[in-house]
């Protein structure tokens, strides 16, 4: 018994580094996206203050959605639209959806997860925020 604590110490212990890496990226992403708000959402905008994010994905509502996501990968950035069919629109369940659902298919059209892997340098998010703003700006 005392081993499976110690060893699930030392996994917590890990999980709250890992985590707290990830709000910390996060948090660089929302720096350098702070006047992007004509062009971007970020997980940010309708955050809770009574709940911590764990920052799995770093997901963003952007406008021109597919465009940018060949730029930053053009650009060696591993960004990723992890969930381009909806679930209602997958054959085993649309049996279960009558309804439209036109909010969900017109946000699957602008999220775009980027790159917020705890091993991640401070200067790795500023480079790919830097490739986003790019993008927009040019």
């Known amino acids: 018994k005392q081993d499976k604590k110690e060893l699930l110490e030392v996994i917590m212990k ?4 890992t985590i707290n890496k990830r ?3 996060a948090n660089i992403y929302e720096k350098n996206f702070k ?6 959402e970020t997980p940010f905008k309708n955050k809770d203050k009574n709940n911590k994010h764990t920052f799995h994905r770093y997901v963003i509502l952007c406008k021109n959605r597919n465009q ?7 650009n060696n950035i591993e960004a990723k639209v992890h969930y381009p069919i909806n679930i209602h629109q997958q054959p085993p369940f649309r049996k279960f959806y009558k ?9 699957n059209n602008k999220i775009l997860s980027l790159p917020i892997q705890e091993n991640l340098e401070i200067k790795e998010i500023t480079k790919i925020a830097s ?4 993008f927009y700006t040019k």
């Open 14 to 17: 890990r999980l709250k580094n």
């Open 23 to 25: 709000i910390r990226n």
């Open 35 to 40: 006047k992007m708000d004509k062009f971007i």
């Open 68 to 74: 940018l996501l060949k730029f930053l990968v053009k």
């Open 99 to 107: 309804n439209n659902l036109t909010t969900t298919n017109k946000l």
């Open 131 to 134: 490739y986003v703003k790019e």
